[in-house]
């Protein structure tokens, strides 16, 4: 006598309501960004301009750059406090090489190696000694600070080559009436390609299970020293990016730039999704947080408000953005 299969009972699908809630609450960040560019072009005629929104990733570009360096060692559950004195550095050194008559690809290519060294430095020493990432890189903030005013004495340098000023003013047509600037352009291109390395690649993989859970990481044959010391390497090289790039806009290596431009880079990264724990976020987040702060600046500056606005304002879509993300790592906690 042949038994009949009892059929499979499946899940209900969720109805699209709840689909749609829960994708709004998981890309918080892209919501956010859709919000408060609605209320900036309600406020002002000239925002959704074609020569404002070219501007908006120039001005971007450099904390953009080294917030996708933040967000690998972010996501390891580390930290790099330094990367605002790495660009200052970088940035002078890039134009001393030039004025001793190093030529630009030669002088960009040096500078970029020192800036990957010293990301590597801090994250071997907090790697091997086990000293907290926040220890080693506030001394890093400090000692590289004061090697950039070392270089020459605090002056800053000026009469750079034509070539290499242009990579921060160069427009590139991208529609009809539409250029966008080369330093932008770069800010997108390298977002891409560390959104592939992060979620394509072993490397990618190797970050988030560093991050996820170290301890279980370790056990299982991972490299979670060499991880670390990586992505801090990453960091210092998209730090000295930063600062090449900056140097190219500004056309002069100023010394004392980039003061606080951490902080800006890490607010982005916590704001973009990407949890101060580790092992959850990634550089789709990075890039929508690093564009609303610079909608907010924008605007602000539009409408001739002071920076006290700003910083009052964006500090309270900072702090509603973690409570927010802890809201969603206590939801799936509990599915």
Known sequence: MSKTATPSVEAPYPPIGKRLADMAIEYNFIVIFLIVVAVATMLSDNFLT???????????AVVGVVAIGMTFVILTGNIDLSVGSVVALCGMLVAVLMQNGFDPFVAVAITALI?????????????????????????????????????????????????????????????????????????????IIAGIVLRLTVFGEYVFATGGNPQAARLSG?????????????????????????????????PTAA?????????????????????????????????????LRNIFNLLGLGSFYQMTVTGIIIVAAILLNRFIDHRKGRE
């Not at 074609?50 to 971007?60: G, K, S, T, W």
């Not at 800036?115 to 907090?126: D, E, F, L, N």
């Not at 092992?279 to 990075?286: A, F, V």
Request: aromatic share 8%.
């Open 259 to 295: 003061q606080g431009l951490e902080l800006d880079a890490i607010a982005a990264v916590v704001l973009g999704g990407t949890s101060l724990f580790g092992g959850r976020g990634g550089i789709l987040g990075t890039f929508f947080a690093v564009m609303l702060l610079q909608v």
């Open 115 to 191: 800036g990957t060294a010293c990301g590597a430095a801090m994250g071997a020493i907090s790697a091997l000694a086990q000293v907290p990432s926040f220890i080693v890189t506030l001394a890093g903030l400090v000692s590289f600070r004061g090697v950039t005013y070392l270089l020459t004495d605090g002056v800053p340098v000026s009469g750079l080559p034509k070539g290499f000023s242009a990579i921060g003013s160069t427009m590139v047509p991208v529609l009809p009436g539409f250029a966008i600037s080369s330093m932008g352009l770069i800010f997108i291109g390298l977002c």
């Open 50 to 60: 074609f020569a404002n929104v070219a501007n908006l990733f120039q001005q971007a």
């Open 222 to 254: 991972l490299p979670t020293r060499l991880m670390i010391t990586a992505v801090f390497a990453v960091s210092g090289f998209m730090a000295a990016l930063g600062g090449i790039l900056l140097t190219s806009r500004l056309r002069i290596g100023q």
